[in-house]
């Protein structure tokens, strides 16, 4: 009951999200338990209370989580990577899938700068994430001291940044915590170090990494979806036509991917993005 109570002066003093809580209901479990226990050897009728309090409980869990599409992680025997990658009604814009990538195909040495993305969890190579409540988004505080965009390019270098992970839709989601409060000036500065210097090479529901390039090769530069973002007013409509505006096909795939799993009937959409990827690569 201590450990709870001192969590919880902690927790209560901080940001009050239920989700910075939930490992403190393990510790307050054993108090209750504990107590379920002493009670029950006083009582007779105790135990079976207890157990029919526990069923309901349970019942109550599961009704929850079913419909937040943990059947199909249960009953229809989808892999925990499967389950993962995809956005889950309780479970948005999920970087599992990136990081999982970050894990399998970067070099150790490796280092990412989270952009628009505060959930690091399962990531194996050195990254530097935020909490949107309480923390400034890091990229925010490089444009403040960065001049142009030569000095951008040498402070992520300075502090050993090779890799840029960004989640475009999380970023939308979380517009109200105004993450990218950068000025029109700024905005300048991190489109010029875009241009030369951001290679696309991984992307997975509506997040993408990108290489940190010494320069970016013709051609290979990556469109500044962020600047089109900016220019829509932060929106999932204007997310979908910066990729249609810039060709990006296997973008509008993934989008419209992520559409069908929600029900949505894109078919129609989907085969003609494949059709003009499968054009763009002839």
């Known amino acids: 009951l201590l ?160 890799h840029l992970l960004i989640n475009y839709r999380e970023a939308i989601r979380n517009v109200p915590y105004r993450e990218f409060d950068w000025t029109a000036a700024e905005r300048g500065v991190f489109d010029g170090f875009w241009r030369r210097h951001a290679v696309l090479e991984y992307l997975k529901e509506g997040v993408y990494v990108y290489r940190i390039a010494d320069e970016a090769p013709a051609g290979k530069g990556a469109p500044n979806i962020l600047e089109g973002l900016e220019k829509a007013g932060w929106t999932y409509q204007g997310l979908l036509k910066t990729f249609v505006d810039n060709g990006m096909w296997a973008s509008c795939i993934d989008e419209y991917g992520t559409y069908a799993r929600y029900g949505y009937d894109v078919g129609r959409q989907i085969e003609h993005y494949k059709a003009l990827l499968a054009g763009a690569g002839k």
């Open 3 to 162: 450990l709870f109570g001192a969590g919880y002066a902690f927790w209560y003093m901080g940001t009050t999200a239920y989700r910075y809580i939930l490992q403190l209901s393990a510790v307050l479990a054993l108090c209750l338990g504990w107590a379920a226990c002493r009670v029950s050897e006083r009582s007779k009728t105790a135990a079976p209370l207890f157990a029919v309090m526990f069923a309901v409980n349970l019942g109550a869990v599961l009704n929850l989580a079913f419909p937040l599409g943990l059947a199909s992680y249960f009953a229809k025997g989808a892999s925990r990577d499967e389950f993962l990658s995809v956005s889950q009604a309780s479970y948005p814009n999920p970087p599992y899938a990136a990081i999982k990538w970050c894990n399998e195909n970067l070099p150790k040495e490796a280092k990412a700068l989270f952009i628009g993305e505060s959930r690091p969890f399962r990531m194996k190579r050195d990254a530097l994430s935020y909490s949107i409540e309480i923390n400034a988004q890091p990229l925010m505080a490089y444009l403040r001291k960065a001049g142009t965009p030569d000095e951008l390019y040498e402070a992520l270098r300075a502090d050993k940044f090779t």
